[in-house]
């Protein structure tokens, strides 16, 4: 009787670990809709042979992220319009916001997790959907967030594999130097024309394609993450600030708040930057209007006057970019461009913006995607 009731158990065991096998292969592919309209929100200054920068500010969805086919083919939608307004040529810059490549990891996931209603559940669908890739990434993780330091590494190989060759799909196809936003990975570099990933700690980096599809130099790391990052994401404090020849200049990628930092912009001016990029990101719908909380990083800037409070986010960040404010930055034109969407119940914020001869040109609206273009 006794073998008998192990025999059954066992059985029933086995039985419930296929079907969990089963459940986790299953990948059905469920409807997608999504709005490939793009509005050209500013286009500043006059067509000339020396190019253009071009911010593309797009409206994104866990669902844009289901396939890297489905992400391209929104993306691609928005170039194609730019394309047919005349904004696109063998000079054109095209910048993209920050974390554009890190949802990735939610590529080719189950219905339930595009279907959560949190983050948080969401995040939970994409472990128990993962569980030996996660428990790995797990047993792996780094920093005080060992969950959300697992969560981004468990498919960091795939996620560097898609990152290459959408962005730098898109740049071949369209003939353009393409800033590709940024991608929180565990120690990116790019050795024989490949972006590859390391054991170590992870960093939100960003990457440049060239015309012909390849990747230009090394990941720019971010230096300074948010102080909600820091659990998760290593800043990379013994890195140099990239500047990298394209046919419109010398180009230098500021991700998220590292264009906040003065000492950020006299080293890309010893460089000779000329063009500054700005890949950002502003958690939480609203918070462009509320007031600024001050520095998200260790330290505060001594030639920084104002205090937390004083100003809005919106405020904070046109005065804290100093890209072609002369007595800093001698750069002559920057854009920064922020995503924007909703992910389950994390909105997001952000009005980007151009910036040239010490001016800022924004865009105002707040919802929307937006193409924002200066001539150079």
Not at 65 to 91: I, T
Request: glycine share 8%; net charge neutral.
């Amino acid at each position: 009787m006794r073998k008998l009731l192990y025999l059954t158990a066992s059985m029933a065991l086995i039985a419930v670990i296929a079907a969990y096998a089963m459940w986790t292969a299953d990948r059905p592919e469920g409807h997608y809709l999504s709005d490939l309209r793009i509005k050209l929100a500013v286009d500043q200054g006059v067509p000339a042979d020396r190019g253009n920068l071009l911010g593309i500010q797009p409206e994104l969805f866990p669902t844009d992220y289901q396939s890297p086919e489905h992400l391209h083919r929104k993306l691609a939608a928005y170039l194609q319009q730019a394309h047919e307004q005349g904004l696109l040529n063998e000079k054109t810059i095209v910048v993209l916001p920050e974390h554009i490549g890190t949802w990735l990891m939610l590529s080719g996931e189950k219905d339930e997790l595009y279907q959560a209603s949190t983050q948080d559940e969401a995040m939970n669908w994409l472990a128990v959907s993962n569980p030996l890739s996660f428990l790995r990434a797990l047993i792996s993780a780094k920093g005080d967030s060992r969950l959300d330091d697992a969560h981004l590494r468990m498919k960091a190989k795939s996620m560097a594999k898609q990152y290459q060759a959408l962005f730098g799909g898109l740049a071949k196809e369209f003939d353009i130097t393409l800033v590709a936003g940024s991608i929180v990975l565990p120690e990116p570099s790019v050795s024989d024309g490949m972006l590859k990933i390391g054991r170590g700690a992870l960093y939100n980096s960003s990457l440049v394609f060239g015309r012909d599809g390849l990747p230009i130099g090394q990941p720019q790391r971010q230096l300074s993450p948010t102080f909600d990052e820091q659990g998760f994401i290593q800043p990379s404090t013994d890195q140099r600030v990239n500047v990298i020849d394209t046919p419109a200049g010398r180009l230098a990628v500021l991700i998220g708040n590292d264009s906040w930092y003065p000492d950020n912009y006299r080293k890309l001016n010893d460089q000779g930057a000329q063009l500054i990029a700005v890949p950002a990101f502003i958690k939480g719908r609203g918070t462009w209007d509320k007031p600024w909380r001050g520095y998200k990083g260790p330290s505060t800037p001594s030639e920084i006057s104002f205090k937390p409070g004083e100003l809005s986010e919106g405020q904070a960040w046109h005065r804290l970019t100093l890209t072609s404010q002369r007595s800093v930055s001698q750069a002559s034109a920057g854009v920064s461009v922020f995503l924007r969407g909703q992910f389950w119940d994390q909105g997001s914020a952000g009005q980007s913006f151009l910036s040239s001869n010490g001016q800022h040109f924004a865009d105002r609206e707040a919802h929307g995607a937006r193409l924002l273009n200066i001539w150079l």
